[in-house]
């Protein structure tokens, strides 16, 4: 398939070479001349016009909101990325290749992507080659393991922590914990009512349990990953951004003693299982995610230092919130209760509150204060299930690793 770290290693990209010239075409009637031609000579062998070829891609990406840019120049973008990654890839620059690859997963169109991720796997393959042949040179036997570096510590201070939850906190109604619940009794009593419930003792025997605390083994198998982030207080802050960082330098973020709000980085709400299947095989579906006739919608990462927040919002799915390393606390309130929660007016944002939970603004929100809600501090090794449409405010106190499932059922609930 291929021979790494060769003068002759290729990576095979079937997809791209049945579908190039179609693709090409779509792009010239979009105005694509000069793309088109830069990826033509890429092609025949031009690693420049690649990388010329993917600038004007991202340029396209870039010139207006999202969901305005045209389909075929985020295949255009993934379909200059592998150009380049296979120039990187026969360069022996596994790294950049990997890179290359990343980022046409992440910002790329659905049409390459069998070729990106068996080109991934390629490229892994080689760089572990390399590696293991470095260590047989040097002589080395298997590495030392001493003491693994922990990503959550075990020294926690819950009355510190204590101290930053919102006013009224754990002193409602706290949502209720089962074991190991069964399936028909989670359909019965929580799924078909629309209730939420933790449900406690169901995820040990996920590998993540015990892998994903240790961050040597999350640098081995992520480190040169490109992933993207959030930095910044939370999504409905002006001064926040989003920006791609390898998963090693998101590591060493997250165990840096600066933990101010303005550079505060958080992996949240990527399908980074998609893309990392190292770590996919780390955790397993829920059986609850299954109720109703679901089909699961996404498989979100959540995963940051102490102190990230995901703001009052609420979500259209059911969803299983499994709490893999560390803690956070969840407060929920009924989905009944929308109007006195003040949801923005605008199309983007009308599933978020303009109430700032950390510090309300009683005038102008007078609605809140006396609300009922339900609240938890979710631990470790436990999943909480978030009917559709609750809203929920989420903080962690420790640093943390979720996974969020979502699904829709056939069989919707019949109260909240
Ligand atoms: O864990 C978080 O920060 C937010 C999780 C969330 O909003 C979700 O699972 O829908």
Redesign the pocket.
Known sequence: MSTAGSATATLLTPTLDSESQALLQSITSHGGYAYARMASLAASGDQRAAEVAREMAWEQLHSGPWHSVLPVWRDAYSMACLYVAKFHFSNGEFKDALRALDMGIIMGGPLLRKDLDSAIEVVLEAKTGRQNDKAAIRNEGPRNSGRPKLLCPENFDKSEVLKVLPVRSLSCKIVVKRSALSLEGFLHEYFLLGSPVIITDCMAHWPARTKWNDLDYLTRVAGDRTVPVEVGKNYLCPEWKQELITFSQFLERIQSNDCSSAVRTYL??HQLFDQIIELQKDICIPDYCYAGGGEIRSV?A?FGPAG?V?PL?H?PHH?I?AQVVGK?YVRLYAATLTEELYPYSETMLKNSSQVDLDNIDEVEFPKVHDLEFLDCILEEGEMLY?PPKWW?Y?R?LTPSF?V?F?WSGSASPTAS
Do not use: F, G
């Open positions: 949240a709400q979100n959540w990230t995901t919002h979500d969803n919130l956070k978030i929920h989420v962690s979720s969020s979502w």
